[in-house]
């Protein structure tokens, strides 16, 4: 028996929890929140008890650390004291000095998953495959485009950024996997809204060694979805849908993509869990703290990393200037402070 724990008991917690429900020999046996109501309903949902944030991991073997991204590290950093694995939500944390302690306790033995659950999705995993097929790249680009969140405190400052921070390290992460390069420098402008203390729009672009700039887009300011990563080279393209449909081409035409799993039960979870990663995360999370070891897939180096490119942006956007990769500005601010610290 896996015995899991959730801290946090907002929205993303309900998949966690329908994604734990898949896992044979899973379960979840503790719910931490700032409120009780919100504990009380995903406790009704998942099963468990509920606990302080304190008492975590409550005897938990993993807990998956779904508070706000200022709680992030110390959450995670009171799990792995523990002796339990952790699985954190994305963005990593609000500042690279919180990321650094992160990745130091891991490379003393401490045993994090970052929750980019795109990157344990079949269909992202063949999408990358075919990029890779295509050799040298001559374009890379990514789009994240959706409706401004109406939940949550997204849009407040001391959430630590806006739709870069939040939504964009989805894309973020698929285009440092993509260029299979490094990167070495950032530029990005930002846009805001004047009823929000973050910004709703923002347009990165990344420059690797290897010559190849890649362009990300990220939005608040659509009214429907639209998540895409395309790449092109003197051989191909390849252009990946995730939203409103996830589809997958090469040169116009059509690749089959993997087939989800069969889920027998009257009351499985919704196809998406699978399509998008989040049950395969949960897994591989699993697998990796039975094997005493990190995530091949996604550990806690990307998370850093993301949040890397995240902070150079802020700072390009506040400057007008490319900015350097690997980036020695502070480290203990957060985006939106690197991009409006006067505010």
């Keep these: 028996m896996t015995d899991w724990a ?166 973020l992460a698929l285009v440092l996997r993509a260029a299979r390069a490094t990167p070495v420098s950032v530029s990005a402008t930002f846009r805001t809204s004047p009823d929000i203390e973050v910004e709703d729009h923002a347009q990165v672009r990344i420059t690797f060694d290897n010559g190849l700039a890649a362009d990300v887009e990220v939005s608040w300011r659509d009214r429907a979805p639209v998540w895409d990563l395309q790449a092109a080279s003197d051989t191909g393209v390849v252009r990946f849908d995730l939203l409103p449909e996830v589809a997958l081409e090469r040169d116009g035409e059509p690749v089959a993509l993997p087939p989800l799993p069969a889920r027998d039960q009257d009351d499985a979870p919704p196809p998406q869990l699978d399509r998008f990663g989040y049950v395969e995360q949960l897994r591989d999370a699993e697998a990796s703290w039975r094997a005493g070891r990190a995530s091949a897939v996604s550990d806690v180096h990307l998370g850093r990393d993301v949040l890397e490119v995240v902070c150079a942006a802020s700072e390009s956007a506040r400057t007008g200037d490319e900015v350097a990769l690997p980036w020695n500005g502070p480290r203990d601010r957060s985006p939106v402070e690197l991009w409006r610290p006067e505010a």
């Design 6 to 171: 959730l801290a946090g008991a907002g929205w993303i917690s309900a998949i966690h929890g329908l994604a734990i429900r898949t896992l044979p020999g899973s379960r979840v046996v503790a719910v931490a929140s700032r409120t009780e109501a919100s504990a009380s309903r995903r406790v009704a949902e998942t099963g468990g008890r509920i606990v302080t944030y304190e008492e975590l991991p409550a005897g938990a073997d993993l807990v998956i650390v779904a508070t706000p991204p200022a709680r992030h590290a110390a959450d995670a950093l009171r799990a792995m004291a523990a002796g339990a694995g952790v699985v954190v939500e994305k963005p990593l944390c609000t500042t690279l000095a919180d990321a650094d302690r992160l990745v130091r306790v891991v490379e003393a033995g401490g045993l994090l998953t970052y929750a980019e659950n795109l990157l344990f999705s079949d269909a992202t995993g063949s999408a990358l495959t075919e990029i890779a097929q295509l050799g040298a790249l001559t374009h890379l680009s990514a789009r994240a485009l959706q409706p401004r969140p109406t939940w949550g405190e997204f849009t407040r400052r001391h959430w630590g950024g806006g739709a870069l921070f939040d939504l964009g390290v989805h894309p």
